[in-house]
């Protein structure tokens, strides 16, 4: 599995409470420049607010092959998702 730059992970200390997970209820995607270029945007409209996620092209391959890995265990238990 890819790994981001360690620039960009920030690992998160635990509380010892498990969050609840946020539901997405709806997802959209722009682009926009910075001084560095093009950047993706991911909007994820969730039960519990609005996640804005700006990804660069590495971050955006890295989303896409932990998606993939997802998408690969659901399909193996035979659900056919």
Same mark, same amino acid.
């Given at each position: ?39 993706? /945007?991911?909007? /994820? ?24 890995? /997802? ?9 056919? /998702?």
């Amino acid at each position: 599995m890819s790994k981001l730059p360690k620039a960009m992970s920030y690992p998160m200390k635990p509380t010892g409470k498990k969050a609840l997970p946020f539901v997405p209820t709806e997802i959209h995607v722009s682009t926009v420049m910075d001084e560095k270029g093009p950047l993706g /945007i991911l909007s /994820i409209q969730t039960t519990e607010g609005l996640l804005d996620i700006a990804l660069d092209l590495q971050t955006a391959d890295v989303i896409v092959d932990a998606i993939n890995a /997802i998408r690969s265990k659901l399909d193996s238990d035979g659900s056919g /998702i």
